[in-house]
């Protein structure tokens, strides 16, 4: 007997296809072979067959589920990952029942069998267009979590040759081969994870535009180690030799964390940059929603060559993770805004995003961000490797940047709206208006301060822009992010040693 499953240009059925595939490659009664548009698979021993597949899905049929220490009892219990919508039935001693017969050991093997009797009919799968006889389930959730319950929103997410295919759920022509494929995604060990209890869980998916590109992506995240899936809320490892999983802000931080370690696992290898990724909210009613994430390649280039080169190994434990916003009003950390904050960094450096993540470390009403001379070196780092190299111009000039960036930083000590004011500049000639301010508030400053900065740098910024204006006249704008940077920088910096010298007033 002989199958052949095409690809669905969709990131849970191509998924779907391949966490098969991987399945097949174990069984002895089938021979299974993956092109880049499909798999095929001959199965030689029906009955064995069936057997085989019904141990392998039971097995990872552990992957919907963690264990975890009943608060009452103190006993060990069985409960379902958040982020899997499969419904359940009531506990038996601790263990979860699923309601979908094919995750039920007494069940499995009747319902694969059926799966795998492809006996022709005059139904047409939505889904794969095959003819068949009967289905087994309808489309649901559960086998495909694009579909909603809210009837006003209900609609496949399924983007087909640019468009959208809009089904209701509980659609009826649902072939036994597509409930298959789709149910059994839940078990995929290469699917990403990040839970907030009471909130909502993030899916992330990789895609290719080929099958055996994406089976290989899939086949790294396995051996590298990098995640845990015995985990409730997260899988990404702290480490690949530790089971302790990282505990990011959000959606963004969790793909850039992902990178970092994916990164430093597999430098050479094959790497995404298309995400399908699902969010997943709490409740009973689920109207999941989908975000398509195309990561840059000149931003995983970033990644990569600030890795291979050892200036900043861990991009988000290193970088992001350590930034933090001090709030003057509590005289201590904020850690809502923190968390917003390294998630907002993030997300804006993986979008390619210089002036979002510009403006994310603007000093806040009330407080600023604050972080070590460590992560200070790492910033520095990823702006030369960001922003500055592609710009071509020496690395020596970006000196200049940098001492005008201090040179508003100690204008500013006591009022940021200097920076601020900077910040919003949006024609070149409000930029000039703006260092020639700076200029004119220079001799202001006290002895002390003047020998901190060298006013020089002014000067050397207003030449180094005019160069490069000549070239691209609206790169002067990046000349405006970076002094806001650098500004940003060490405005936290001089906040951060007045309050360890016991000077600062809230």
């Known amino acids: 007997m002989n199958i052949e499953i095409n690809a669905f240009n969709d990131p849970w059925m191509d998924n779907g296809i391949l966490n098969f595939y991987k399945i097949l490659n174990e069984l002895e009664s089938c021979e299974a072979k993956l092109t880049e548009n499909s798999i095929i698979v001959r199965i030689k021993d029906r009955e064995k067959f069936v057997k085989e597949l019904t141990r392998a899905l039971l097995d990872k049929r552990q992957n919907l589920i963690v264990n975890e220490e009943d608060r009452k009892t103190k006993m060990q219990k069985e409960v379902k990952k958040d982020h899997v919508i499969i419904q359940e039935e009531k506990k038996i001693d601790g263990k979860v029942v699923l309601k979908e017969e094919i995750y039920k050991p007494e069940k499995t093997a009747e319902i694969i069998s059926k799966v795998f009797d492809l006996s022709e009919g005059k139904n047409m799968c939505i889904l794969c267009g095959r003819k068949y006889n009967k289905s087994i389930k309808k489309l649901q959730q559960a086998n495909y979590p694009f579909v909603t319950k809210i009837a006003s929103l209900s609609g496949v997410r399924s ?60 086949k790294l995240c396995i051996y590298t180690g990098i995640l845990n899936n015995a985990e409730r809320y997260s899988n990404i490892k702290v480490n690949p030799n530790t089971q302790d999983v990282e505990n990011t802000p959000g959606e963004y931080s969790t793909l850039l964390c992902f990178y970092e370690k994916f990164v430093e696992s597999a430098t050479d290898e094959i790497i995404v940059s298309n995400w399908a990724v699902l969010h997943i909210p709490f409740g009973a009613v689920k109207n999941v929603k989908i975000d398509f994430l195309n990561i840059n390649e000149s931003i995983l280039g970033v990644i990569k060559n600030l890795k291979e080169s050892e200036r900043l190994e861990r991009i988000y434990s290193d970088l992001m993770r350590k930034m933090y916003f001090f709030s003057q009003n509590k005289n201590n950390t904020d850690w809502d805004i923190t968390r917003e904050i390294q998630e907002n960094l993030s997300k804006y ?33 990823l702006i030369f490797e960001w922003r500055w190299r592609k710009m071509g111009v020496k690395k020596e000039k970006l000196d200049a940047i940098k001492n005008d960036g201090k040179i508003v930083a100690k204008i500013s000590e006591n009022n940021a709206s200097l920076i601020y004011k900077l910040d919003k500049v949006r024609t070149i000639d409000d930029f000039w208006s703006v260092l020639r301010e700076i200029s004119r508030k220079l001799p202001g400053l006290d002895e002390k301060k003047l020998r901190e900065i060298k006013p020089t740098a002014l000067d050397e910024v207003i030449q180094l822009t005019k160069e490069i204006v000549e070239k691209n006249k609206d790169e002067w704008k990046e000349i405006r992010d970076l002094i806001v940077v650098y500004a940003s920088m060490y405005y936290s910096l001089d906040k951060l040693k007045k309050k360890s010298e016991g000077g600062e007033k809230k």
Do not use: H
């Open 349 to 381: 450096f993986l979008l390619d995003d210089f002036r979002s993540f510009t403006n994310s470390l603007l000093p806040k009403k009330g407080g600023y961000v604050f972080f070590s001379s460590e992560v200070k070196q790492n910033l520095e780092e």
């Open 159 to 218: 983007y087909k040759d640019d468009g959208r295919l809009s089904l209701k759920e509980y659609y009826d022509n649902l072939c036994p081969i597509c409930y298959f494929i789709g149910i059994l995604e839940w078990t995929d060990e290469t699917l990403i994870y990040r839970t907030f209890p009471g909130e909502k869980s993030y899916l992330f998916m990789p895609y290719f535009d080929n099958l055996k590109e994406l089976y290989e992506f899939k």
